[in-house]
């Protein structure tokens, strides 16, 4: 039996969903900001491409700092009354935690609400609080009056409490940057006890949310952009994971050869050690394991890299070959303008097409594909791609 919890341990550092506890990597520098951010009521934005961990980080800079929360997911928003119900039902599930007994503050809510229709639902042992709008109310005022109602009574308590706004993108794309960001901005800038946690996975719009200084949310919250774990982090966790499982270090080989090939993404860093625990569970793995298993990711990953890759342009394609091939020429250098026969305003609006669709990613001078699966496939299909 203990055998049996020593490998669920082991397991465990490798998540392919949220990463807690023992899985949870480094992020030091991250956590730390955000948890002051959360304990002074400062609002922030969490940006980063998909599956990198961003709301591992969030969940763990909130059980951290032991404040109620709840986490509203709009990734599945396609109305902006959609957006009212998620919001509404947050906003009541906070006040449950914050607040205990939702029949004390029923006097409360009455006064403070005009357009809401507050309702307490009663079961076996507790009372839930309800919030709905009519179906002909604007969403935006509901909004706006349902996360005033929250900061006043948070205020009557005394007490403070955190919503997490995930995929919050899809509010921009739904809204197009007008009434409900609008009602988000009134109430956040004026919170003393309610932190707004934003948080979403395509960075290009969420910047042009919280950066275009025409849009409501324009300069609003401490951002924080997640870029890849450290490779001396991943070490620590990785020689970890090896003693628990092998009471042995991995070899430095290996460990270099794991961290070149995922290229430090956490979700396939995570997938890939995932596999090499698994099936070799007697000893540490040896470079043909590394090579084999790797190969067996590439195959699941396969259909969906070359599907991103196939419905780009001819141009788009051909720049992120330059990209993988990892060119150390200006992408816009005369030379590279010959071998792509496209002018430095075609490649420039290419990288900014690469961009938005979160394809790529600059760090210093350099872009990146973000995706090592994408780069494989690339650089395998590149005479296809030129």
Partial sequence: MAKENELMR???YFPLGMAIGDAFCNRKKETEILVENILNGKHSLLIASRRYGKSSLALHALSISHLPYTEIDFYMASSEKIIETYILH????????????????????????????????????????????????????????????????????????????????????????????????????????LTILFSGSNRHL??????????????????????????????????????????????????????QLTERHPYYVNKFCDKLWTYCSKKPPCMDDVNLY????????KSDAIKEISI?????????????QKNTLKLTSKQTILELQMPSSSIMRALASLEEK?????????????????????????????
């Fill in 10 to 12: 082991i397991r465990d």
């Fill in 90 to 193: 947050g906003v009541a599930d906070l006040m449950g935690k914050a607040l205990g007994a939702m029949d004390k503050w029923i006097n409360s809510i009455k006064k403070y609400v005009k357009n809401l229709n507050p309702k307490l639902e009663i079961g076996g042992t507790y009372m839930k609080l309800e919030l709905t709008a009519s179906t002909q109310s604007d969403p935006a005022m509901n909004v706006k009056e349902a996360l005033l109602l929250l900061e006043r009574l948070l205020e009557e308590k005394k007490t403070s409490a955190v919503l997490l706004m995930d995929e919050f993108q899809n509010v921009g794309m739904i809204a197009k940057g007008k009434g409900i960001e609008g009602a988000i901005r009134h109430v956040a800038q004026k919170t003393r006890y």
């Fill in 206 to 259: 969420l910047r042009t949310m919280f950066e275009d200084e025409a849009r409501p949310l324009y300069k609003l919250c401490w951002q924080l952009p997640l870029k890849r774990i450290a490779l001396e982090h991943y070490q620590i966790h990785l020689q970890k994971a090896a003693q628990i499982a092998w009471s042995q270090h991995l070899s430095d080989e290996v460990f270099y050869k794991i961290m």
């Fill in 294 to 301: 790797w190969l067996e990711v590439l195959e699941e990953e």
């Fill in 312 to 324: 780009l342009p001819a141009g788009q394609k051909n720049v992120l070959l330059k990209i993988a």
């Fill in 358 to 386: 979160d394809l790529i990613e600059k760090e210093g001078n350099e872009y990146q594909i973000i995706n090592p699966i994408i780069s494989f496939y690339v650089l395998k299909n590149a005479p296809m791609v030129s």
